[in-house]
């Protein structure tokens, strides 16, 4: 196959070459610096500053943490993940709601820290859970920290890329009101404080998607960088292939950082493996 895009750069973040850390109870992949893990190249990709894939031991988890000024996000993979404000004591949680929620496939948990906020992730379930902790830069400090959570659907990713974060509407410097109604540029999806869209896709064997850079909803157009991501969901057998390109094969826990594209240009999806491919698209300023 040709390359469709031509002047873009495509770069593969292989999976045994990221950060790992085995806690035991945790185990993770790091894509960017993080913890004990520090690389100079791989500090950030545009407002993308962290990658984990993280899985976590039955009965355990992060306890309470703080965080400020980093919009934090949770994409859940498989298994059960309960996020918990720091004012929810547990046993006393009442319904579920932004403040407290037990996560499961499909479901995304988004914190804005803003000026301080502390929350926990616990496994309370016996079984282990899997899932991506993605952080993005801000594009203010200081904001008033918030919470989203959202699920979903699993058929509308297996339909076409489902956007699943898109900017705040109103953009840097919005009101109080504004941040309050929290509306985002693309509907149904969660608001983000950056110029930053993520979408999800599980492509069938041998079926082809397409992933238009920007997403309809970025205000930077020229010069975005894209990153790819193939989580490890089934057992090996995914693989995926950008734009036609032979050396832009990922298999399951590569990444590729896709530069030198702006709004409009139009990335190939190819799945090739022996099962469907689950794919994370995170397109930033």
Do not use: C
């Amino acid at each position: 196959m040709s390359k469709a895009l031509s002047h873009a750069k495509i770069v593969p973040r292989r999976s045994t070459e990221r950060g790992h850390a085995d806690h035991g109870w945790l185990n993770s992949y790091h894509t960017f610096s993080f913890a004990g893990y520090y690389d100079p190249k791989f500090q950030h990709f545009g407002s993308l500053r962290v990658l984990n894939e993280d899985k976590v031991a039955g009965g355990t988890g992060f306890p309470t943490h703080p965080h400020r000024d980093a919009e934090i996000f949770s994409y859940i993979l498989n298994g059960e993940l309960t996020h918990r404000d720091s004012m929810i004591k547990k046993g006393s949680e009442g319904t579920q709601g932004d403040d407290f929620y037990r996560m499961k496939r499909g479901d995304v948990q988004f914190t804005t820290g803003g000026k301080g906020i502390a929350h926990s992730e616990q496994n309370e379930s016996d079984k282990e859970v899997h899932f991506l902790q993605i952080w993005a830069l801000p594009w203010s400090r200081g904001l008033t920290p918030r919470y989203h959570t959202k699920t979903f659907s699993e058929d509308a990713k297996r339909s076409a890329f489902l956007p699943i974060l898109s900017p705040l509407k109103a953009g840097v410097g919005a009101s109080e009101a504004e941040e309050k109604a929290a509306e985002p540029t693309l509907p149904d999806t969660i608001p983000i404080h950056a110029d930053f869209v993520m979408a999800a896709g599980i492509i069938g064997v041998d079926k082809r998607f397409k992933w238009t850079v920007g997403g309809d909803a970025v205000k930077k157009t020229k010069d975005r960088n894209v990153y790819i991501h193939v989580p490890m969901t089934k057992n090996g057998n995914a693989k995926i292939r950008l734009d036609g390109r032979e050396d832009a094969v990922l298999g399951e826990g590569d990444g590729a950082f896709v530069s030198n594209v702006n709004a409009g240009d139009v990335l190939s999806f190819e799945s090739i493996g022996e099962a469907e491919a689950e794919v994370v698209v995170l397109d930033s300023d």
